[in-house]
């Protein structure tokens, strides 16, 4: 049994605006293994985030191959990626992009009511990985009730609720301040081990990059580490 979750292979984008065309990404090739925590790191106009919207099947390269398990992700189609982003993958975002109407159970309930898992299974389910990230007492609360952090967790806790094989997070830490940034990249890492999760995290914090198990350079669209 193989320890590598997914492998990028050549990949390449381009952005066509009239007659101009904007190289963004170019040959990228790298291996993620199980469980690896791998931080992205590179200066704003990188690739970043083309990257990490390629690898969480919400954009398309112009070339190369995204393989999992012998398969070529970048191969299905529209509904098929969206049921593998569903089961497979969680995201997490610098702004938590919680739904403002929802409590925080409501919020967590979603990716496995997507899924199709019954209503009252969903909620023990939600209930149980907010507890994990600590905030039991806060099931019932809107995201307008809770703090920056506390929101964060709650975003953390929609992205793992499914045991996904791999979560893409985008400056995860990056709208909070030092100490609850510490706090949520502790949480991060805790999962990681608990759940046996792959973490993909942009970041322009060298200092959080550091504490991962490897860290990739982006400059100008090419990987150089």
Same mark, same amino acid.
């Given at each position: 049994?193989? #320890?590598?979750?997914?492998?990028?292979?050549?990949?390449?984008?381009?952005?066509?605006?009239?007659?101009? $065309?904007?190289?963004?990404? &170019?040959?990228? !090739?790298? #291996?993620?293994?199980?469980?690896?925590? /791998?931080?992205?790191? @590179?200066?704003?106009?990188? @690739?970043?985030?083309?990257?990490? &919207?390629?690898?969480?099947?919400?954009?398309? +390269?112009?070339? @190369?191959?995204?393989?999992?398990? @012998?398969?070529?992700?970048?191969?299905?189609?529209?509904?098929?990626?969206?049921?593998?982003?569903?089961?497979?993958?969680?995201?997490?975002?610098?702004?938590?992009?919680?739904?403002? *109407?929802?409590?925080?159970?409501? !919020?967590?309930?979603? +990716?496995?009511?997507?899924?199709? *898992?019954?209503?009252?299974?969903?909620?023990?389910?939600?209930?149980?990985?907010?507890?994990?990230?600590?905030?039991? &007492?806060?099931?019932?609360?809107?995201?307008?009730?809770?703090?920056?952090?506390? %929101?964060?967790?709650?975003?953390?806790? %929609?992205?793992?609720?499914? *045991? +996904?094989?791999?979560?893409?997070?985008?400056?995860?830490?990056? !709208?909070?301040?030092?100490? $609850?940034?510490? *706090?949520?990249?502790?949480?991060?890492?805790?999962? !990681?081990?608990?759940?046996?999760?792959?973490?993909?995290?942009?970041?322009?914090?060298?200092? /959080?990059?550091?504490?991962?198990?490897?860290?990739?350079?982006?400059? &100008?669209?090419?990987?150089?580490?």
């Amino acid at each position: 049994m193989t #320890d590598v979750l997914m492998q990028a292979r050549q990949i390449g984008k381009s952005y066509q605006d009239g007659k101009v $065309t904007t190289p963004v990404l &170019h040959d990228i !090739n790298f #291996d993620l293994k199980v469980a690896e925590m /791998l931080a992205v790191v @590179g200066s704003s106009g990188s @690739g970043k985030s083309t990257l990490m &919207h390629i690898l969480g099947l919400l954009d398309r +390269p112009d070339s @190369g191959e995204l393989i999992c398990n @012998g398969t070529n992700l970048l191969d299905l189609n529209r509904k098929q990626a969206a049921q593998y982003r569903n089961a497979q993958l969680g995201f997490v975002y610098q702004f938590h992009h919680l739904l403002s *109407e929802f409590s925080a159970l409501e !919020n967590v309930c979603m +990716p496995l009511l997507i899924g199709g *898992e019954q209503p009252q299974r969903a909620k023990q389910r939600a209930g149980d990985i907010l507890e994990r990230v600590g905030l039991a &007492h806060r099931l019932s609360h809107r995201p307008a009730e809770l703090s920056g952090g506390e %929101r964060q967790r709650v975003a953390i806790a %929609r992205a793992v609720v499914n *045991e +996904p094989k791999l979560v893409l997070a985008d400056e995860p830490t990056g !709208n909070l301040d030092q100490t $609850t940034g510490a *706090e949520v990249f502790a949480l991060l890492l805790e999962l !990681n081990q608990k759940l046996n999760t792959s973490f993909v995290i942009v970041t322009h914090d060298l200092q /959080l990059a550091t504490q991962m198990d490897r860290t990739l350079t982006l400059q &100008h669209g090419q990987l150089i580490s």
